[in-house]
């Protein structure tokens, strides 16, 4: 029944070691998320993917990338993680820009 | 710019108590979505409702309810009879309608229902 997959849940890297965190969706929607979310705040989008077309958000720092290889997966590429990028990452869809974004449960980062 | 702004930080009621929570919206564009999520201690969010901005009916769905007023730029959300489960950070969040439209969330609402 899971509809938003995001794995692993639980990710500890070092500092600066390359980090790949996966989401895959079984909703066939158009959009994909990601945001970040750090203690108490509200989450942060930091780019979505429109089918194909990649968006990034003016203020995501050059350190974020993101794939998204076919319509079901997106990765969030962290080159080189640091203390700050420790956070809860999310991952939603949407059939379209403005309908409902669906969640999945996040993967919680630590950086040691 | 869109703004969303959601004045409570944390509302602490006893179990059945009703409670409401606010959110207030800022946007220029004409026709716009409005949503709640609940953030459980779990982390998932939980998509609870889209309204649309021409829509002005307010909606039931068992003992939640969303009142919303265009003309204060409104859009509340009521819990009757509030349980234990209900504990969660409820967010309200803005979206336009145009192709590469995002959502714009507020820092929002911890609610506490203790027993």
């Known amino acids: 029944d899971a509809m938003v997959i995001q794995n692993p849940r639980y990710q500890v890297t070092q500092f600066g070691k390359p980090v790949t965190l996966s989401c895959s969706q079984t909703?066939?929607?158009?959009?994909m998320y990601w945001y970040q979310q750090k203690s108490s705040q509200a989450p942060k989008l930091l780019f979505h993917?429109?089918?194909?077309?990649?968006?990034n958000e003016a203020d995501t720092p050059d350190n974020f990338q993101s794939r998204r290889p076919n319509t079901s997966f997106c990765f969030l590429d962290i080159r080189s993680p640091g203390l700050g990028d420790a956070a809860m990452y999310l991952c939603?869809?949407?059939?379209?820009?403005?309908?409902?974004?669906?969640f999945g449960p996040g993967t919680r980062l630590t950086v040691l | 710019a869109q703004k969303v702004t959601q004045a409570q930080t944390e509302i602490s009621v006893v179990e059945k108590e009703d409670v409401t929570l606010d959110c207030v919206y800022e946007t220029r564009d004409t026709t716009y979505y409005l949503f709640w999520y609940k953030q459980p201690p779990s982390g998932e969010l939980v998509f609870l409702i889209r309204r649309n901005s021409f829509d002005e009916q307010n909606e039931i769905s068992g003992r939640y309810s969303w009142n919303f007023q265009k003309s204060t730029s409104s859009f509340n959300f009521t819990i009757t009879a509030s349980q234990v489960v209900d504990s969660a950070v409820y967010f309200c969040?803005?979206?336009?309608?145009?192709?590469?439209?995002?959502?714009?969330f507020g820092k929002g609402t911890m609610l506490l229902v203790s027993p």
């Open positions: 939603a869809t949407s059939r379209d820009p403005g309908s409902e974004q669906f």
């Open positions: 969040a803005l979206s336009g309608t145009s192709g590469y439209s995002t959502l714009t």
């Open positions: 909703l066939n929607h158009n959009v």
């Open positions: 993917y429109y089918d194909k077309d990649f968006n």
